[in-house]
């Protein structure tokens, strides 16, 4: 039985999108937070950890990026995951004032919050915040999380699909201790920084341009320690092992002051 990490409650997205990755019978370890996510991998409790790193409306999640840089697990796979969110509570639509949920999905549905007036509370995950809302009982509070997250803990559903854009995704990394091995349709994830001077960043990305590699994604994070530095996390198309891609990240890491290769993959579609 293979064992997989995710942070929130039962019926929180990363339990959903972890089955749907793995597609086979899997054991789900719920845990509070994402650093106890990757702890728990790290030190063999689980054979997987999955970690939601961007959202289709409300953009990166922080706190995984941050968290990318400090861990040695690696990145072994990517899911992205439909999202489809619903109100959950007691009391009917016109009733609801107040309404919990994780800060990403209250962004995620703001028009129709905004909409309908109510006031909005973060709570530290989806699901966990149907077990808030169903511990106060009134009909005045609701919550935004998935409809699975409403079969478990026993709660109607007061309104469907209510996110500010249907076409809603979350991407998720898998990662463990393993590598993942070449399959032709790879993508590399790697975390740099650069001395903080002109053309620093060009000359990374013109290397990139003269093999011919396509680079998905590009973002950049304060560092932690220098004030107004940052790493760059950066995606693109290939296996690290692969001739070609592992000659451009030599030459890539000359022109750093630190580089590292959280993983490659197989490239997930939309589903």
Sequence with gaps: MIHVSFQGERGAYSEDAARSFFNEEIETVPLPTFVEVLE?????KTKYAILPVENSLEGSVGESYDLLYSTSLNATGEIYHKIEHCLIGIGKLEEVDTI????QALGQCRKFIEHHNMKTIPAYDTAGSVKII???NKRNC????????SVIHNMPIIAENIANNLDNYTRFLILSKTDSPETGNDKTSIIFSIKHEPGSLYR??????KDS????????RPMKTNTWEYNFY????????????SEMLD?????????KVLGSYPSAKLS
Aim: proline fraction near 4%.
């Design 40 to 44: 728990n991998t790290s030190i063999d």
């Design 100 to 103: 919990y949920s994780h800060p």
């Design 142 to 149: 609701a919550c935004i999380a998935s409809r699975a997250a």
């Design 204 to 209: 990374i990305i013109e290397k990139f341009h």
């Design 134 to 136: 169903k511990e106060i």
């Design 213 to 220: 590699v396509n680079l998905t994604k590009i973002e950049s």
């Design 251 to 259: 030459k890539i890491k000359q022109e750093t002051l630190f580089m």
């Design 234 to 245: 950066v995606d693109f198309e290939g296996h690290e092992k692969n001739p070609q891609i």
